[in-house]
């Protein structure tokens, strides 16, 4: 069965950069696409893009200018990287299998950008 | 971007109960919605993708129907493990979530 699980800091500096990965277990990364997703406390869920296992990727144009996402098929991962936060993007990230329709969801970690 | 509108925003059943979530888009998204549960501190779950097809491993209680701008996500005969927040999702044009319906009990 495959499972996903978010680490990474909890805890930001303003205007720093926000770094997750993701580890997919049970299965290979491989022939899928992967997404990051966020929730801000009380508010909705927020697609923030996706990556093919090719490297493929696509993002929310709200983030474009901040947002990179990567893979590594050696260690069947994928990660998040979000520049310059600030407390707008103090959230709940979940990591998800797809890039259209999410099939398999991460638990999620919180991260607060605050100094 | 394509707004989704969930109604209503909480919903008060009892077991057995049958529920109506309705997810309203404000322009087309063809069939490309989906619908997921969220209980608190666990992962989201894919319960229905492309308007009516139900996800593996989902029970027949749950389905999906409409297409264009309205949709309907109809639990049955609800089971107290139903109790939960659902969300649609479209991916007609990029992806955008619906605020969400809570279904409590009653």
């Known amino acids: 069965q495959v499972q996903l699980q978010e680490s990474g800091p909890g805890l930001v500096k303003p205007s720093e950069t926000l770094s997750l990965t993701c580890t997919v277990s049970?299965?290979?990364?491989?022939?899928?696409?992967w997404s990051w997703i966020r929730q801000p406390p009380g508010k909705g869920l927020e697609w923030i893009g996706y990556?093919?296992?090719?490297?493929?990727?696509s993002y929310n144009p709200s983030l474009k200018s901040r947002v990179t996402i990567s893979v590594d098929t050696s260690k069947n991962e994928f990660s998040l990287n979000l520049s310059s936060v600030t407390a707008a993007d103090t959230a709940v990230y979940y990591c998800?299998?797809?890039?259209?329709?999410?099939?398999?969801w991460g638990q999620g970690t919180m991260v607060t950008v605050s100094s | 971007e394509i707004v989704l509108t969930q109604s209503p925003a909480t919903l008060s059943l009892s077991p057995g109960e049958r529920a109506t979530l309705s997810c309203r888009a404000s322009?087309?998204?063809?069939?490309?919605l989906a619908w997921y549960q969220h209980k608190p501190g666990q992962a989201p779950r894919l319960l229905i993708y492309?308007?009516?097809n139900r996800a593996t491993g989902i029970p027949a209680r749950f389905s999906g129907s409409g297409s264009g701008t309205d949709f309907t996500l109809t639990i049955s005969s609800l089971e107290p493990e139903d109790f939960a927040v659902y969300y649609c999702?479209?991916?007609?044009?990029?992806?955008?979530f619906g605020q969400g319906t809570k279904l409590e009990i009653k």
């Open positions: 322009q087309s998204v063809s069939n490309y």
């Open positions: 998800a299998r797809g890039g259209g329709t999410f099939e398999i």
């Open positions: 492309d308007a009516s």
């Open positions: 999702q479209q991916r007609h044009n990029w992806r955008t």
């Open positions: 990556i093919h296992f090719s490297g493929t990727t």
């Open positions: 049970g299965g290979s990364i491989s022939s899928y696409y």
